[in-house]
């Protein structure tokens, strides 16, 4: 008590504010990221595998448990996947995109049929409903974008000829996702099939006025993002593009779709200024996507359905390789071309974690999400250093390789003379 004969209040110890506790763990992160990637670059590896591993240790059940920071890295990694595919689409214009589309359609439906089927049968085999097996046949069908846009940068194969095809493959995906989206959510919810055939048809609109837009008025959209200050340009593109993409998913259109489209509209010396400015925003972003995927699985969850997904992976990535090598060979890609192309393929992620994320939020099958994280874990790392050793490792046609007689010629390798790799 004061002299005054006034009590002497004790004020409480000062607590941690929330945001201080984010800026706390976003710190955290941003350094084992930059930790992890010195490591990745120094022994040859891609850094995604290791961020995703990152995600895992610090997701529940992991060791260093992230809590405060969850809503800003999900709202972080959908910028990174936004970014990734403005970038990418930035790198061509939509004639390439078109001539692709009408090339590879049919190499689409070989895609869907030969990479949906098996997970479709795999959730009936599990004694799943025929809705939560749709949904799993959705989820080995996508392939990742993020994390295909992000390889072929990190690989500088964005100029090599195969990837317009691995291109027009992964925006054929997106587009029917566009399609399946909407009739999922509207199954899950008990709707008739005709309020379902109706969202798709809103979807497949907006898709078709977003090419439109990118065809015929790319140069007025230029225009009116144009600046000579980096800064005025900056904020211009990634106003429009969080503002197309936000559209586009409110829409039940991907995101990442609509940031694609808006990087074809995208032309001259805009775009040439943008590849420049945005990388490191796209790589900081991105790493914060890959590393919030594996916050969202539990280790202990993984174990009950490792096996099965494991064998559906190796059965999809299979069927993935394969779609990749047919859809080159049909663009006059030589046999190296083809095998990239194949292996290009095989990562999933973003788009398959949304998929199961639909099914787990209605309670169709509990087994769904798990069986999800582990099928996509797999791919998404199995699938980042098969892309990174795409050149080392051999093409099947060469893993049977026959003894000849001395003085004989070699065994053609099916490859013709002049024929582009």
Known sequence: MLATGLPLEVLPEPETSHAGAVLIELGIILLVLAALGRVAARIGIPSIPLYLLAGLVMGDGGFIPVSAGQEFLEIGAEIGVVLLLLLLGLEYSPEDL????????????????ANGVPGFAVGLMLGWSP???LLLAGVTYISSSGVIARLLDDFDRVANRETPVILSLLVMEDIVMAVFLPIVAVLLV????LQGAIAAGVALAIVALAFVVSMYFSRHVSRLVHSHSRELLLLGVLGLTFLVAGLADAVQVSAAVGAFLLGLTLSGQVANDVRTLLPPLRDVFGGL????FGLLIDPRDLMPVLLPALALALVTAITKIYTGMWAAKRNGIGPKGRWRTGLSLVPRG???IVIAGLGVAAGVESQ???FTAAYVLILAITGSLLMRFADKIPPPGT???????????????GARPGLPS
């Open 98 to 113: 078109r001539n692709g589309l009408r090339s590879n359609w049919a190499a689409g439906l070989l895609d869907g049929v």
């Open 131 to 133: 809705t939560a097996s």
């Open 190 to 193: 008990g709707a008739s099939l």
């Open 289 to 292: 996507f890959f590393v919030f």
């Open 350 to 352: 973003e788009f398959s």
């Open 368 to 370: 769904l999400g798990p």
């Open 399 to 413: 893993w049977w390789g026959k003894r000849r007689a001395p003085g004989s010629a070699p065994a053609a390798d």
